[in-house]
Nanobody, 126 residues
Framework: ETHLVESGGGSVQAGGSLRLSCTTS????????LGWYRQGPDNKCELVSTLSRDGSTYSADSVKGRFTISRDNAKKMVYLEMNTLKPDDTAVYYCAADPLRAGGWITGCNYNYGSWGQGTQVTVSS
């Protein structure tokens, strides 16, 4: 059975940093395409960053230059390093394995595609 569990969320002031971790099990981690999504207070869910099995990465314009996704295949973990946090980054952050449809990344949270964690709350105050 596939499991993903996020951790590392919390409350920080604007300009601060957090490192989210996602512990995984139940699938071949090194073959997985991994992504981070977030759902803000308006309930809109957006794709934040991806790290494909081939090593290619993507970051949304809103986090480019501030957030970095990485993976540790030996530990079967995926990380999201978040720096220079802004109040607009406040959201529940989800990690997902293979959130793909027709070979492409889904852009919103849809639990019918891939495997998802339960989320971790990040709150950034001004």
């Amino acid at each position: 059975e596939t499991h993903l569990v996020e951790s590392g969320g919390g409350s920080v002031q604007a300009g601060g940093s957090l490192r989210l971790s996602c512990t995984t099990s139940g699938f071949t981690f090194e073959d997985a395409n991994l992504g981070w999504y977030r759902q803000g207070p308006d309930n809109k869910c957006e794709l934040v960053s991806t790290l494909s099995r081939d090593g290619s990465t993507y970051s949304a314009d809103s986090v480019k230059g501030r957030f970095t996704i990485s993976r540790d295949n030996a530990k079967k973990m995926v990380y999201l390093e978040m720096n220079t946090l802004k109040p607009d980054d406040t959201a529940v952050y989800y990690c997902a394995a293979d959130p793909l449809r027709a070979g492409g990344w889904i852009t919103g949270c849809n639990y019918n595609y891939g495997s998802w964690g339960q989320g971790t709350q990040v709150t950034v105050s001004s």
